[in-house]
């Protein structure tokens, strides 16, 4: 989840080598117990299907009655992920047809989604109501949170080896609950739609996509090497394009680890998880009079490479993106958290 400034890949520098446990590709060690009995009401009722010679009505009716015990069976496979009662592996033991696999991932991303999203309705806390009204205004139209669930079954590649992940063009998430310990399934869920539901980012996408800027910037760049000699305009150019790169990469992160660290802290009062050590020992690290926001900049700030390959390898983009993350760095208000403002109390 923490990427370089410009680039969200698994391969960056995290935060002091603690938030590499989200990048991690280990499996989370659940506790065997077999989860083949969640699948008996459908089984029941697959061998109960009427035949040809039965009415299209009935044949509709028990079809009904059939997806109403998939949505059940997801819904016990959700509730024994987060008691750490089950694994993935436990699928593959359990005589599924190609025909109950396929349901199954039609199904498990919806119910793990939307159990998710009820577990944290009930919440109380101003941080988390607030949270939660975003992704409402946004869904409530045509705006749709696109998420893959990955993990249930072993022929079923993620995209990456991380532990989950935003598309930052289309706000789409994945996670891999084989590898995300269950206490921390909601939290990490929180942090991606956080990324998901950014305004800044999906804007940043667009303006960082300035191919004749880049040209330009190329071309200036065989003639000096000094931020100072680039055109007013043009370096106002530049420094709006950097910008933009930052916010869709580091100040990005930034702004969903202000949200993550905020409702964590919210939730772990209201006892919706248990500690998460990893989680814990980076608060610690926060002064008592220090704002949130500020103590996430400066944190990630010192733990953010910035790119050297491409054009970013020019000693004139290398010295201006010094003096952008300098004046970031320096500035006596960190930057704003765009529509997570009210999160933030």
Not at 175 to 190: D, G, Q, R, S, T
Not at 239 to 253: K, V
Not at 263 to 292: F, M, T
Request: aromatic share 8%.
């Amino acid at each position: 989840m923490l990427k370089q400034v410009f680039r969200r890949q698994s391969a960056t520098v995290a935060l002091l080598g603690v938030l590499l446990n989200l990048l991690g590709t280990a499996p989370v060690a659940l506790a065997q117990i077999s989860s083949c009995s969640d699948f008996q009401e459908v089984k029941d009722l697959q061998d109960a299907l009427p035949g040809v010679g039965t009415s299209r009505a009935a044949r509709a009716a028990s079809q009904d009655q059939l997806w109403n015990a998939w949505k059940n069976t997801a819904r016990k496979i959700f509730s024994r992920y987060l008691r750490g009662e089950m694994s993935a592996d436990s699928f593959e033991s359990c005589a599924l047809t190609s025909e109950d696999r396929e349901a199954l991932r039609d199904l498990l991303p919806q119910i793990f989604f939307e159990e998710s999203l009820s577990l944290l309705e009930k919440s109380q806390s101003s941080s988390i109501q607030s949270f939660m009204r975003i992704l409402h205004e946004r869904t409530h139209g045509n705006h749709l949170v696109l998420f893959r669930l990955v993990g249930h079954f072993r022929d079923q590649v993620p995209p990456t080896s991380s532990l989950a992940g935003v598309q930052r063009g289309s706000g789409s998430i994945f996670m891999n609950f084989a590898k995300i310990p269950p206490n921390e399934w909601l939290v990490i869920l929180i942090h991606e739609l956080a990324h998901s539901l950014d305004d800044r980012l999906q804007e940043a996408v667009m303006k960082f996509s300035d191919e004749g800027l880049v040209k330009e910037l190329a071309v200036f760049a065989t003639k000096s090497q000094d931020p100072g000699l680039l055109p007013a305009e043009l370096r106002s150019r530049t420094d709006r394009w950097l910008m933009a790169g930052l916010d869709r990469g580091f100040l990005a992160e930034y702004r969903a680890w202000t949200i993550t660290f905020q409702v964590y802290q919210d939730g772990l009062r209201e006892r919706l998880w248990n500690p998460i050590p990893w989680l814990d020992s980076i608060l610690a690290i926060k002064g008592p009079n220090v704002p949130l926001a500020s103590f996430t900049l400066h944190y990630l700030d010192s733990n953010f490479i910035d790119p050297t390959d491409g054009i970013f390898s020019l000693p004139l983009i290398k010295r201006e993106l010094k003096n952008v993350r300098n004046a970031l760095r320096n500035a006596q208000e960190p930057p704003p958290l765009g529509n997570f403002t009210q999160v933030i109390f």
